[in-house]
């Protein structure tokens, strides 16, 4: 059974830190997106790929937050200097054509 | 604007009684159409899609939903509720890319779903 893994399922940090998230996609599927979801936004596109190649990324604050696939079985998002409000719990899926699939999501938390 | 609308933040039946749960959608282009379920602490599972062809689509653990496009609604049912289907359901609306890959998804809010003993 494919599924999309993320690491770290949770991470605490402190502001000012870089925070790295990662997602594995599942094999084969050639777009992958990052979400972020909390209590009062709900679900927000931060950015997608397709092939590995930047599709979207106006969702994400550009100064702090970066996304990268250095190949096709991994997907980093990152950020830096982290800050109070980017806590939230982060979720990557990837998809080929009939829907996107989601990872469990990596619940971040910003003193 | 392109935008999902779930009318109902949360509702609460009693298992056994039937369920609908209302979505409508703005969406400039043909819409292709998704319900996903999302329990606490965990990720989105996909439910069910629509892309064409007839507008009463079947999904996983007994859900199905309805395309009406004179309504721009898709609104999700299941005949029974079970314990187990209480948690958080998302409507949202996309459409695929040249070549037929997928595209980005625009999400409602959720509706959360209770269910009664």
């Known amino acids: 059974d494919a599924r999309v893994t993320q690491t770290p399922r949770h991470k605490v940090t402190e502001m000012g830190q870089e925070v790295t998230m990662r997602c594995q996609p599942i094999?084969?599927?050639?777009?992958v997106f990052w979400y972020r979801q909390t209590m009062m936004q709900g679900l927000e596109l931060l950015a997608y790929f397709r092939n590995r190649a930047p599709l979207d990324d106006s969702g994400m604050p550009k100064d702090r937050f970066s996304a990268e696939m250095p190949d096709a079985t991994l997907a980093t998002l990152k950020i830096q200097p982290s800050e109070p409000r980017d806590s939230a719990v982060y979720f990557c899926?990837?998809?080929?054509?009939?829907?996107?699939?989601f990872g469990p999501g990596t619940r971040l938390t910003v003193t | 604007a392109q935008s999902v609308t779930q009318p109902d933040i949360h509702i609460t039946v009693s298992e056994g009684a039937s369920l609908e749960l209302r979505c409508n959608y703005s969406y400039g282009a043909t819409p292709y159409l998704f319900w996903y379920v999302q329990s606490p602490g965990q990720g989105l599972q996909l439910l069910l899609k629509y892309f064409s062809g007839d507008t009463l689509v079947q999904g996983i653990k007994g859900f199905e939903a309805e395309f009406k496009r004179s309504q721009s609604s898709f609104n999700l049912r299941k005949p029974s509720v079970h314990w187990s289907d209480a948690a958080e359901y998302f409507c949202a609306v996309g459409a695929m890319n040249y070549g037929g890959s997928q595209g980005n998804l625009i999400f409602g809010k959720g509706t959360k779903l209770s269910v009664k003993p």
């Open positions: 899926a990837s998809g080929l054509g009939g829907g996107q699939y």
């Open positions: 094999l084969g599927h050639n777009t």
